[in-house]
Each structure stands twice: as structure tokens, then as C-alpha cells.
């Protein structure tokens, strides 16, 4: 059932919990555990395929075309038979109907916004999440892990009515990049997937972010994209221009100009209340629908697009980003069971690269060759080069600290024997600023030195670099 989960030895295992990271969840919001929610939030939820969208809304019909929307007879409620969100304390049976629920062109992100506000002006509360397993793609597979997935969160009891702003922009103001360069901005908290993310094309698409040049005054066709717990935008054009060292395609802006990004600010409600006014959004907004402050003077109105330049070379870089450290050290023991998994590229990374699609945890214990329930989600963060957190646009992007959050690791125990492993992957889908995979895959090794990967030894398991792929269980 829907219960607090099984125990292995003296850890409590994280029942339901394994379809984020291992499967077919990629993000959600609020985080597992999150606490001090406002109750004005609306609920992500980010899929690794295009999902089924009636199998999260009721009356919704796809007409036999769950891929193509133009053809389908919509609706908005949310199904309480698939998706079921509740007070803890009151079980399934109470759970929330008056939700609408919208979801990205992309198939793959819903938003789940209750009419009412959540929890309690005076006390906090505790809510669940429960995503059943006989939800589906678009290609009719229930690909969630059986019996579903399962997590909680706490509201606090405000209303969140302060507008977010944009922290800082990759490429920064001012500054000059190679044409294949990926453009990101990173918010202050977390924003909603349907007000910023779409597919711009030649002469239309989506609007509420848009890349332009000097040669022309379309926007640049491209993809806008979300990643690290819904804080970064990141968008990649569709202007092919070379290939990476994993022979994939390169991407580009127009070389040699003056380019300029613009974010939009939703339409507020008015100048006291930041909430935006109209839906579809026609800017971007946070999780309780408050539209983007950006001029950051604390309210929004009229002047508050965000907006900023830089100028391309004619040149492609085709630079592999190399890892510099890692926390827990290679075969590290003793490590703290709720030990956060720290990755620090040499280099800025494409933010919606540090996934589960491209980075792998797993585990087993080395007796029975059995693994457990784990779930893992991503947080990327810039640092300067002298490795302090970038949290404004003074300061310079150098390099990215990719952090893996995750469920509690298993304690060995010799006595019994149970001795519990844990290993992670970053394979070739990572990705620089500049579209560059990571191959071959340099990385530190057990002392500090370097790997040594070469393109006939592009592997590094466990510091020791190797011809074939890695195998560490």
C-alpha cells in the first residue's frame, strides 16, 4: 500500500520510490520531502518519454492520437483514478478532484494546480503524491515501476506572493562565445515548465523567451528546455553546424553578431498582485503562477522582460568537458548513508544534460548481488574559477558542480555479512556549454591524479582508464 515502506537491517527503505531516477521519472516539484510549501503551489511532474494525456486527465480523448493534439477533444480535470494527491493524515480516499492539470508540448511535463489553496493558514500539513502504474506513453506502455510512485510534502502556512527573477545567464552580458554555444538562464526558485519551455521555428512557436540576432529580426528557431529542479532554461538551436567527438550533431547561433536573449514577464493581475492574468501564459511565471520580476526591484509591471546580449565568433569549439572531482572518492568506505554524490566538471555544463538519462546510480549488495529501491534526482550549480558558487550576473561562470540528491544509502554490516555498493556513471550524454559529449570520459583518479583516457582508452572505471565500458559490480 501507499505506507511508509519496508526496512533492510536499521535503514528504512523508500517503498514506491524507485521509478524517479532508475525509471521513468525524471524531475518533480515539490522535491520528495520538500517542507515550508506555499499553499499556493502547483504540483510538476517531468517524464523521460511523451506521455499519454489521458492517463492524466479525465475526459480527455487523444482521438487514437496521443502524440498529435490538434486532433483531440480536451479537457482539463485531473484523473483521480491515475493521480491521486491527498492530505497524508486522511488516506487516498480524500483525495483533491477540483485540480486542473495542464502539460508541455512536449508530452513529457504535467502540471497539477488545485482550485484551493493547500494546507492550513495556522498549522502545517503534510501531503501526498501517488502516481499509479497503469499510466501510459503515448506508444501505450505503463512504463511507471509497478504498484506506482509514491512521495510526500509539507506546506507551510503563507501564500507565496513574491514574483522570482533571473539570477544569472550563460552566456553573461557583454561577452563573446563560439556560435555553438547553448544559452541558459537560472532563476531564483523554480518555474513553471508550461510558461517556459516550447519549440521556436522559423516564423512561429513559442514566444515567451526569444534569441535574435543581428541579420535578421526573427527569433532564432530552437528548443527551450528544463532542468535542475525546474531553475534553469536552456535553449539549443536548430541551426546544424558540425559534429562532437561522439559523431553527433552540433547546433548553432548565427556567427559573427551582436545576439540578444529576452525572457518575458507574464502579464500580471495587476501591479499589487504578481500572479499572471492570462493562460496560456504570455510570460514566464513561478510555481504559484507569479509572473517574473525582471528588473528584481521586488514588484511587476509593465518593464519587467529580462534582457541581455553578447556576440558569436564564426568559430565551433569542440572542447570535451573533463570531470575535475568527485565526493564520495573512488571506493571510498564509511561514507554517511545520506551522503549527497558531488560531481565538479572543468567546464560549464548543459544543465539539461545532468540527468538520469546520462548519469547512473546503482547499487547491490556484494553477497546476494540484490539492489534496493533508490531514488536520485539532479541539481547542477555554476562556479567561478576559483570554485565559489556563482549567484549573481557579476560573476563569471567557470565551471559546473553537478550534485545527485538520492534516497538513504544501506548500512554494511560485517556481522552478518551485508556489505552494500554504489556506483556512478557519467556516460558519453553529457554535454558542455559547447554541445561537446563527454568522451573520452577524463575524470580524476583514487589519488588525486588523472585518469589518463585517450580516444583508444576512452573509458575511466574507477580511475583506471580502459578500452571497453565500465562494469564495477
Known amino acids: 500500500g501507499n505506507g511508509d515502506g519496508s526496512s533492510s537491517g536499521s535503514v528504512s527503505v523508500e517503498s514506491l520510490s524507485n521509478s524517479l531516477g532508475s525509471g521513468v521519472i525524471r ?17 510538476f511532474v517531468t517524464f523521460r518519454d511523451a506521455m499519454d494525456i489521458s492517463s492524466f486527465i479525465t475526459g480527455y480523448d487523444t482521438n487514437g492520437t496521443p502524440e498529435d493534439v490538434t486532433d483531440d477533444t480536451a479537457a482539463t480535470a485531473i484523473n483521480s483514478d491515475t493521480v491521486k494527491i491527498y492530505v497524508r493524515a486522511d488516506g487516498d480516499s480524500a483525495a483533491l478532484t477540483d485540480v486542473a492539470v495542464s502539460f508541455t508540448e512536449d508530452l513529457k511535463t504535467f502540471v497539477f494546480d488545485p482550485t484551493e489553496y493547500l494546507g492550513s493558514a495556522t498549522e502545517d500539513v503534510t501531503y501526498a503524491v501517488y502516481l499509479s502504474d497503469a499510466i501510459e506513453n503515448t506508444d501505450g506502455d505503463a512504463p511507471i515501476d509497478s504498484g506506482g510512485y509514491l512521495w510526500y510534502f509539507t506546506t507551510g502556512t503563507t501564500v507565496d506572493i513574491t514574483p522570482p527573477t533571473v539570477q544569472y545567464v550563460i552566456p553573461s552580458d557583454g561577452t563573446t562565445k563560439d556560435r555553438n554555444i547553448v544559452v541558459q538562464a537560472i532563476f531564483s526558485e523554480a518555474i513553471d515548465p508550461t510558461s517556459s519551455t516550447g519549440t521556436r521555428l522559423a516564423d ?32 539549443t538551436s536548430t541551426d546544424a553546424c558540425g559534429t562532437n567527438s561522439c559523431g553527433e550533431t552540433i547546433y548553432c547561433l548565427p556567427g559573427g553578431e551582436s545576439i540578444t536573449a529576452t525572457i518575458a514577464s507574464a502579464t500580471p493581475t495587476s501591479t499589487t498582485d504578481p500572479t499572471a492574468s492570462i493562460f496560456p501564459y504570455d510570460g514566464i511565471v513561478d510555481t504559484s503562477g507569479n509572473s517574473l520580476d525582471g528588473n528584481a526591484d521586488g514588484s511587476v509591471g509593465t518593464d519587467d522582460d529580462y534582457a541581455w ?76 574559477s576559483e570554485g565559489d558558487e556563482v549567484l549573481v550576473d557579476s560573476q563569471t561562470p567557470a565551471k559546473s558542480l553537478v550534485t545527485i540528491s538520492h534516497g538513504t544509502f544501506l548500512a554494511s554490516d560485517p556481522a552478518v555479512p551485508l556489505s552494500y555498493m554504489y556506483s556512478i556513471t557519467a556516460n558519453e550524454g553529457v554535454r558542455n556549454e559547447y554541445q561537446n559529449c563527454f568522451v573520452p570520459g577524463e575524470g580524476p583518479d583514487s589519488v588525486g591524479g588523472s585518469c589518463g583516457t585517450t580516444t583508444a582508452v576512452p573509458y575511466c572505471c574507477n580511475g583506471v582508464a580502459q578500452a571497453t565500458a565500465c562494469t564495477l559490480f
Open 204 to 235: 512561429s512557436g513559442f514566444e515567451n523567451i526569444q534569441i535574435v540576432g543581428t541579420s535578421s529580426t526573427a527569433p532564432v528557431a530552437g528548443e527551450y528546455v528544463v532542468s535542475n529542479s525546474y531553475k534553469t532554461i536552456t535553449f
Open 309 to 384: 546580449g553578447f556576440t558569436t565568433t564564426n568559430d565551433i569549439n569542440l572542447d570535451a568537458p573533463a570531470i575535475e572531482s568527485i565526493t564520495p572518492n573512488i571506493q571510498e568506505e564509511n561514507v554517511d548513508l545520506d551522503q549527497s554524490i558531488q560531481i565538479t566538471f572543468d567546464s560549464i555544463i548543459d544543465s539539461s544534460s545532468a540527468s538520469s538519462s546520462n548519469i547512473e546510480m546503482l547499487n547491490e549488495e556484494t553477497t546476494s548481488g540484490d539492489s534496493h529501491e533508490l531514488w536520485y534526482s539532479f541539481g547542477t550549480t555554476s562556479l567561478t
Open 27 to 43: 524531475d518533480h516539484y515539490p522535491a520528495r520531502g520538500a517542507t515550508d510549501v506555499s499553499r499556493n503551489t502547483r504540483m
